[in-house]
């Protein structure tokens, strides 16, 4: 029998890891698209809303392997963020009133870790009440001035206040890609708009 699930790997062309992670992730990555912001049939692993820190959400933090992610939400939602077109495994984990979304870089083995963690409700918050819909005017009241940047038409703040946690802003109103690239070149963060809020928490390494 396991003669024949080898060869069965191989002839599909699939790499080993991402074939032995198949039990868990849907062979068709388009069917289960783990997407900030849309709602998933997630089971609740807390009954508590957890508070967002410069690290973590409550047990989920980046760098937790899989067998740390199953162990603080055993029964996750398992399935695929496309990123550039590309297709990651994750979880979808439902803490309170809050869903996350762990981005792994494999299924199995030692790259079976989440790097990231993305976070678009608005149920999350700081200590100091900010989270996914605050206005940046907020944050920079509370944690001094971002840096900005610009990539795949998104735009980023982050603050040297609170490391491992970013934001990608909602796109300002009128602008497009080329005014946003040249705005983090050109600009500095006061000329935002007072009004840009916070669209997604990205907890990263």
Partial sequence: MKKTTLLLVFSLG??????AGQGRWPADQFSRQLVPGKLLPAESCRTTTPVLTSDSLGPLR???TLAELLRACPRPYYGWHFEEGIAEPGLAIRLGRVLALAMLRDTLGSKAVAYRIL????????????????????MI??????HIDAAECS????????????????????????????????????????????????LSQ
């Fill in 155 to 202: 735009l980023y703040a982050w603050f040297s206040t609170r490391a491992h946690l970013s934001w990608i802003m909602e796109f300002p109103r009128g602008w497009d890609c080329s005014h946003l690239e040249r705005f983090v070149t050109d600009s500095a963060p006061s000329r935002l708009p007072g009004t840009l809020r916070a669209g997604l928490a990205i």
């Fill in 62 to 64: 980046p760098g937790m």
């Fill in 141 to 146: 009241a509370a944690w001094g001035p971002p």
């Fill in 119 to 138: 976070i678009a409700d608005t149920s999350a918050r700081t200590i100091e009440g900010l989270g996914p819909g605050s206005r940046l005017a907020d």
């Fill in 14 to 19: 699939l790499p080993l890891s991402l074939a």
